[in-house]
């Protein structure tokens, strides 16, 4: 089934978790604050959301998303992968490549030259999808560093059209950026989006660097907050959009009765220590190992703080099919091991460690009972777990140390510690001036830090970077709900 829609959000997977049951396959609307703000645009626009729906992608599962897309007020369109496919244009352009060498980790890059052909052939493929749905005054909102080379395929097939590209991750500078061999192809793919939208000001100005190196006759004109690239008859806008978190979802389930109730319980298991949290998907740019090191320094250096505080570390499972990935978990868990073999009293265990996924109230539960989040990544591109911890904690006491290399930390510099990760002394010292901060300093801090949050959620990201594309394909005057109206809405 096709049809043209005034909007098509592209990503590489769909919105949706599949799971074959005795029934069936059944869909389920994945959670996130992402998914909630593009689902709310989507509903008024009559939109269409393509993507890759899993390796079951057969009759069966096609035919189970179309029945749940009638449950929707807009489509969800799966795009089908071969195993080649997954192999080279996601697990290895896309993991081996781009994700390490975004993150300014070269050294972890497999330059395999086939991984780019399967690259190209996967952007082309979704660009063909997304051109069945899409019109002269359609707008296609492209998602992250999978598809750099879409706009340019998709306006093959639909000159008039308006697409935006809003990439999750970091941007490197030109001396990283310059050391992939399809370099030049990349950039130029990226001049066929009307706007292109990054995380900061950091990652814009990267990006622009590197235009600069690679494409010089690309003429740049700065106009406001905007910079615009011209290129021939191609003109791009590029923009920071901060992404962030829906404030009152988090808040508003840390307030619920039973959430405190476990929040009392978690808080009691630790009899009185401070509880030190940390949440991370399974990855090497995250900065567990880091972390856990700069625990020990502290611990060593600062016999006060043993049996005082409690880390809870929780990793969420990641692309677990991957060596290096493997290899990760076993380091995490043998540094854990260390840790507890040489601190360890009868009654206290310096570190929890937990391996498996968490629902959301679950994860609100630790967020509400931790006195201080050590978010630690090496980079990222923004890290909404520093967000996450901040909304959910509606006592305004806790803590937050966020890495100085977080996408976060130019927005949440003024409430949280900013610290370092590769430098296990500073981290170590924050961690006791967290511990023994007052409270008066921790509710004034966290305080700035949820009206932040609060005046500046995922809605309004959303608004923003759809705003930068509206004299380009949506309506004149757009309306965006409010979290509290989508949820009424739901």
Not at 83 to 105: K, M, Q, R, T, V
Not at 160 to 183: A, Y
Not at 369 to 382: N, Q, R, S
Request: with cysteine.
């Amino acid at each position: 089934m096709t049809g043209e829609s005034p909007l098509v959000v592209v990503s590489n997977r769909l919105p949706v978790s599949i799971e074959r049951t005795a029934e069936g396959y059944q869909v389920q609307t994945s959670s996130g604050g992402l998914v909630t703000a593009l689902d709310s645009v989507l509903r008024k626009y009559d939109g269409v959301w393509i993507g890759y729906a899993g390796e079951e992608n057969n009759a069966e599962v096609a035919n189970a998303i179309e029945q749940a897309s009638l449950n929707h007020d807009y489509r969800l369109q799966p795009v089908p992968l071969t195993a080649d496919e997954i192999a080279n244009f996601y697990c290895g352009f896309s993991n081996e490549i781009i994700w390490p060498l975004f993150h300014d980790l070269q050294s972890r890059c497999n330059f395999d030259p086939q991984y780019w052909s399967a690259y190209c052939s996967v952007n082309r493929h979704f660009a063909e999808s997304a051109a069945r749905f899409t019109a002269d005054e359609s707008f296609v909102w492209v998602h992250d560093y999978h598809f750099a080379l879409l706009g340019g395929y998709l306006r093959q097939r639909r000159q008039n059209c308006s697409i935006g590209f809003f990439q999750h991750i970091p941007f490197p500078p030109p001396d990283i950026f310059e050391k992939l061999p399809w370099r030049t192809a990349i950039l130029d793919g990226m001049l066929d989006y009307d706007v292109i939208g990054f995380q900061t000001e950091r990652d814009q100005r990267n990006f622009l660097a590197c235009v600069e190196a690679i494409l010089p006759h690309t003429q740049t004109l700065q106009a406001g907050d905007e910079v615009h690239l011209h290129d021939g008859e191609r003109c791009a806008r590029v923009a920071a959009f901060p992404i962030s978190i829906d404030f009152h979802e988090f808040a508003d389930v840390a307030a619920r009765d039973e959430v405190a109730a476990q929040v009392r319980k978690l808080r009691q298991e630790q009899q009185g220590r401070k509880i030190i949290l940390g949440v991370d998907r399974l990855d090497y740019t995250k900065g567990i190992v880091e972390r856990l090191r700069a625990y020990r320094h502290m611990l060593r250096n600062w016999p006060r703080m043993r049996r005082a505080v409690t880390l809870l570390q929780l990793v969420v499972p990641s692309r677990a099919d991957i060596p290096k990935y493997a290899e990760l978990k076993e380091e995490v868990e043998r540094l854990v091991s260390e840790i507890n073999g040489e601190f360890a009293d009868p009654g206290w265990v310096p570190v929890h460690y937990f391996y498996r996924s968490y629902e959301r109230q679950n994860l609100i539960v630790h967020y509400g009972a931790a006195d201080i989040a050590l978010v630690t990544p090496l980079k990222d591109g923004m890290n909404l777990v520093s967000k996450e911890y901040c909304a959910a904690q509606i006592g305004q006491t806790g803590v937050l140390i966020l890495s100085e290399f977080a996408g976060s930390a130019a927005q949440l510099r003024d409430g949280a510690l900013l610290v370092n990760p590769y430098d296990q002394e500073a981290v170590a010292q924050s961690l006791v001036a967290a511990c023994e901060m007052p409270v008066t300093e921790r509710t004034w801090r966290m305080g700035r830090l949820r009206r932040h949050l609060r005046d500046n959620d995922v809605y309004d990201w959303a608004e923003s970077f759809l705003a930068a594309g509206r004299k380009l394909g949506l309506e004149t005057c757009l309306h965006f709900e409010t979290s509290s109206e989508a949820a009424a809405a739901q």
